[in-house]
């Protein structure tokens, strides 16, 4: 069983700890073990990058991570977040490879949405989303609707909104997949800075090697069996 | 074979969306077939009933001069005539009878002479009290004037001056005597002739030995009573039309030495109407539930339109040319189509077993007949357009590429830019004030005419009355949604809290899907209301009409003019149940040379015993036209057609002559007249009048009452037969609740079985608002799914979510609902005006079913409530089947 708990010497608890966790999906004969049996730490400011071919079981991964599904054996805990319903928006954003704004909602009300489910004051919520949308370089965009803006664009409002809740553990989904390498650089910079100056920890799935080689620890998964490669 | 799969794979992963149009299209043919079929034979048993009804088919006279048994011959051998006899006519000047030590001798009246085979022939006609079955057969009326009975010896005066005795063999009542002793080749215009009040009936061959020695002119006549095969079409105004050719057929070879009295073809005139009538009533009640049917079909069948457009865009990417996508979206509709008609029909077998009972509709004859065959169609089609079209219209107007993108913006819809919302509605006000100035005539069936029609236009008032609302609806909608913020956010704020904006602004932006499930619900809920409020009104003034009819709750009733023993009032009265009494008189009046009831009341009292209502007097309340005539002792109330006929206005005095009791004779009355009536209880529809009762017993001499009318504190037929028991039955007083003359009516749409119509109707407008609470709502929440998966992926709790979704039920329910009372209760005035022919009289207002509505409204709330709750139960859990594709 692969073990994925190094960084032993750090003294914080873990932000997320998996344990013997693996996730089977489908039902009868199409039923299929998705994610083995893994262990796993993430550990607050740590970055990770998680590569491996499609439907390897990168995106399930992530969504044990984050509380998004659980696992079908095996536990996965949230130490110093609590129980799995408190998880998002507050301690965990998540930024999804495709289109996830929600469609009735303009450009700077998605952004605001964390907030405002946060119990923020739409005023606030409002003047903070359009503070995240400029440093993401939308601020034009923010009365635009979803369906108004392009695939690329969409995916920048979604990584700007994975961040408007301050969490402590961002979990990107091939966050610039839709993006040109340049826009997918700048956005990759600006993720970096900001889950550095919040002490964010940071995993991020991607294909490009370019962009797993920005992170710190590397993650890899082949056919469900999760592997670290280097710290 | 790529069909095979396509379906297969349908069946395992679109289940649901399959079920539900399946079940559209179900419902859209069971309740086409169940109602087409009904009315089908409906229309059927009219035609049965009226011509079972009719005592004789035809009454043919016979000039004078041409042999009974020449015109005999010829009109039996005439095709058609199933049985043929001559019957004689004898004028008798004078009945007399030494009976009981007193003579009593009546005035004028008839001698019939019919062969041995005549009531047996012909049962209707008589109706035997007491004694024999044959010989000489005195009328009950008759009996009562001369003190006779069974072995009376009487005498009757022939033309001429001649008198023969005859030894009474039995006692009979004339139940048909109205036709029996008509006026054969009288104008229609005029009023039909009252029948004889003295009557013989003798074997033909004893008429013939009396008769033959008679010399006097116009002393008899002959008529031939024939009975027809069974050969008239089942449809009523293809049966009035045959009758009436095969009369005239008739009149022809007999030129012009015969006339027809054409019984049965009368009665078929009545019967087309009410068939008219019927088809209207499908058109106004039935087609509504299936519009409405295939519209939820529709509307399911659009659901999930983006993932199925990008289903077909994938299968295009995967070399499927637009022809074969198209067939794939045929074959699919084909299938729905199929097996959903099956169950249609299945479904109007039991609906027709559990409805229609006592239309005696038959399994085998809702199968055969040409409603399910086109209701098997129609669901066909409904199915290959709900769910063909769409892909056929996506292959011609989508690139690949568009298929795969969510769709853009809503425009302004066309409609709404030409307001054809108003247009609609001004153009339902123009149609309905132009009907109501033609008096609301929608039957157009000329008395007499063979061709009668419906009035379609009529029909357009109350369908652009529900379009245009639906789409005013839609406006109003769209108009609060898109401009009215802040209203919506006060009101959301409490529930939506800080997402109050997030809340509005989402459902601004969503204002087409929104709309659309509100216009949805509110059409339903109008055609629910409509239908209910409609039917009640109907089955009210059923109600009404049957007690215009006899009269009160229970009507006791003495042949003829013959009074009532003057102690029945105080025997009545002490019948368990009996809560009032009212005496009536009934009289014949001369009003120049026509004779016509007159009935007199004591207007003080009547409403004790009688539910007088405001529509059958003209121009004034029920309470003003009593009080009028109680104004005066000389008042009278004069009906309609009397009024118009004689030119009479109220406030002028008219005389009457009216038989005084003294001498037999009739002597001019005068009268003031009051007001006018349209009907009376137990009046004819025609001409009569209403008068004091005191004062017409004063000035004939005669305080005999003729009718009781008795309101009951209970059911009134356990009333009427323990009131039977104290009437002799030689005595011909007839005893009759309301509820015998329900069944019994067989004018209006009472000859259909309305209660199992009104089921269905009432059953499906109910499925109907149910399932278009919860479907409007399901599939604005099924559609929303990824929207929702999102929410929840960045944090929404349920109860976030459930703000955003209370929020937006809460919109569709109430304004739903509430648009669709409105138009609803618009659509059951508008209904109630036009098919003013249906109702006899028309009402003074709506009936409002409490019980059917309140239920309507809760089934309608817990539907879309279930709906909520379901959607935001299946929300707690991310979708991960939609996040894996994020």
Known sequence: MPDHTANQSRHDAPLVRGRDASKDLGVGAALRTVVEPANFDIFPGERISLTGQSGSGKSTLLHLISGLSTPTSGVVEWPQFGSIDALRPTFIGIAFQGPSLLAPLSVVENVALPLLLLGESERHARSAALVMLDRFELSELSDKLPEEISGGQSQRVGVARSLMGEPRLLVADEPTGQCDQVTAFRVLDIMDELTKERGCALIIAAHDPKIASRMDVHWTIEAGRLARNSA | MLEARWLSGLVRRRRGRLVSITVGVALTVGFLAALGSFFSAASSNMTHQAIRSAPVDWQVQLAPGLSASAGLNVVASEPGVAKALAVNYGNVSSFSCNCGGTLQTTGAGKALGIPTSYATVFPKEFRYLIGAHRGVLLAQQTTSNLHAAVGSRIQIGLPGGSHVELRVDGIIDLPAANSLFQAVGQPSALAPQAPPDNVVVLPASLWYSIYQHVNAANASITQIHVRLANVLPSDPSAAFSDALARAHHLEARMTGQALVGNNVAALLDAARNDALYANLLFLFLGVPGVVLAILLTGVLGASGGDRRRKEQALLRLRGASARRVVGLGALEGLTVGVVGSI????????????????????????????????????????????????????????????????????????????????????????????SASNGYQVVVAPEGVATSAVDTTVFLAPLLLWIGAALLSWRMASAVLSRGGGVLGA????????????????????????????????????????????????????????????????????????????????????????????????????????????????????????????????????????????????????????????????????????????????????????????????????????????????????????????????????????????????????????????????????????????????????????????????????????????????????????????????????????????????????????????????????????????????????????????????????????????
């Open chain 2, 491 to 886: 009101l959301l704020r409490p529930a939506a809290g800080p997402l109050t904006s997030v809340a509005v602004a989402s459902m601004r932006r969503q204002r087409t899907l929104l709309s659309r499930g509100l216009v949805i619900l509110m059409i339903t809920s109008s055609f629910a209301v409509s239908t209910a409020v409609f039917n009640a009104t109907y089955s009210a003034q059923s109600r009404v009409d049957a007690g215009l009819t006899n009269g009160a709750d229970v009507a006791v009733t003495a042949p003829g003019t013959t009074g009532l023993p003057s102690n029945l009032a105080n025997v009545v009265q002490a019948v368990p149940g009996v809560a009032s009494l009212s005496p009536m008189i009934h009289r014949y009046a001369y009003v120049g040379a026509d004779l016509q009831d007159l009935y007199g009341i004591n207007p003080r009292t009547i409403r004790n015993s009688v539910h007088m209502v405001d529509s059958v007097f003209t121009g004034i309340t029920a309470p003003q036209a009593l009080k009028a005539l109680a104004s005066r002792p000389d008042a009278i109330l004069v009906s309609q057609e009397t009024a118009t006929t004689y030119l009479l206005t109220p406030g002028t005095m008219i005389r009457l002559r009216l038989q005084f009791a003294a001498d037999h004779r009739y002597h001019t009355v005068p009268f003031h007249f009051v007001g006018i009536v349209r009907e009376f209880p137990t009046a004819p529809h025609d001409s009569f009048f209403i008068a004091n009762s005191r004062y017409v017993a004063r000035v004939t001499g005669d305080a005999s009452s003729q009718i009781l009318l008795i309101h009951t504190n209970g059911p009134p037929p356990p009333v009427a037969a323990a009131i039977s028991t104290k009437v002799s039955p030689l005595s011909g007083i007839t005893v009759r609740s309301i509820d015998q003359q329900l069944s019994a009516t067989l004018t209006g749409l009472s000859a259909i079985d309305l209660s199992g119509l009104t089921r269905l109707e009432l059953t499906l407008a109910f499925l109907l608002a149910a399932a278009a609470a919860g479907i409007v709502l399901a599939l604005g929440l099924v559609e929303r799914r990824r929207t929702f998966a999102i929410a929840v992926a960045i944090g929404a709790k349920s109860r976030h979510l459930a703000s955003f979704v209370w929020s937006e039920a809460v919109f569709i329910l109430s304004g739903g609902i509430l648009l669709g009372t409105v138009t609803g209760w618009l659509l059951a005035e508008v209904l109630t005006k036009l098919l003013t022919g249906v109702f006899d009289p028309p009402p003074d207002h709506l009936s409002v079913p409490v019980g059917y509505l309140t239920a309507l409204l809760s089934v309608t709330l817990v539907s879309g409530v279930v709906a909520v709750v379901t959607s935001l139960r299946a929300t707690r859990e991310p979708q991960m089947d939609v996040l894996r594709d994020l």
């Open chain 2, 343 to 434: 169950l249609g029909v299945v479904l109007a077998l039991g609906v027709g077993k559990l409805s229609f009972r006592a239309a005696h509709l038959k399994a085998t004859g809702l199968l055969t007949s040409g409603w399910t065959v086109s209701a098997f169609v129609t669901g066909l089609l409904v199915a290959v357009i709900c769910l063909a079209l769409p892909v056929l219209r996506d292959s011609r107007t989508l690139t690949i590429a568009e298929g795969r993108v969510a769709l853009g913006a809503p425009r302004r819809p066309l409609w709404a830019r030409l307001y054809l919302d108003f247009v609609a509605l001004g153009l339902a006000a123009i149609v309905f004030i132009r």
